[in-house]
């Protein structure tokens, strides 16, 4: 009687033990969609609670599976891109109750999202700066390119506003040019400065 109650006992333990081991090595999976076409650069990557990297990578249509997830508090997803940003969203895994509840990390706060995951990025990136185009407004603010325009300007415009002047008027300026052109006239319309004697040091 004693050798059934024992085996009986041996047989529950078995049981026991064989439940725990089949609980405590369950694995979960994330499951998602990505809104947005997808590249071969799209990752979807999982840091687990201790640290482990777990990865996934997305379908065509943007589906995605990250297996191989144990039990736990602290998954945190991130979507690896090269032209789009995603938010980051924290996982928990219950082994009680045998889901998985999702929460999207901002600056601040924890707002809890659907499961499964439906990701929609935040916007693209730039790699690098666009070329702006050529303006050519930047000629007309060029100095050179300015003092060029007057100079084509006056060699256009004085010849038309000469032809305009009264002769008179024409006769006067040749005069006073001429004057102009010979020095020993204008030096002779100088006043006379005396340079005062220097003293002598005796």
Do not use: H
């Not at 100095?143 to 060699?155: A, E």
């Amino acid at each position: 009687m004693r050798v059934i109650i024992m085996a009986k006992y041996v047989c529950f333990l078995l049981m026991l033990m064989a439940t725990y081991a089949i609980a405590s090595s369950k694995t979960y999976t994330i499951e998602g969609k990505l809104k947005v076409s997808i590249t071969p650069d799209v990752v979807v990557s999982v840091r687990g609670p201790d640290g482990r990297q777990y990865t996934g990578l997305p379908r065509g249509d943007g589906v995605f599976k990250v297996r191989g997830l144990a039990s736990g508090d602290g998954y945190i997803l991130e979507v690896r891109a090269t032209k789009y940003v995603f938010d980051t969203v924290k996982i928990d895994i219950s082994s009680q109750e045998d889901k998985l509840r999702a929460m999207k990390l901002t600056n601040t706060t924890e707002v809890r999202i659907n499961y499964p995951l439906e990701l929609s990025p935040l916007g693209t990136i730039t790699p690098f700066k666009p070329r702006q185009p050529y303006d050519f407004t930047s000629i007309l603010r060029n100095p050179m390119m300015l003092m060029v325009g007057f100079t084509m300007l006056m060699t256009f415009a004085l010849p038309k506003i000469m032809a305009n002047l009264d002769p008179e008027a024409i006769k006067e300026m040749q005069a006073t040019s001429g004057d102009q052109g010979e020095p020993a006239k204008t030096l002779q319309l100088l006043p006379e400065w005396k340079v005062p004697a220097m003293p002598q040091i005796k």
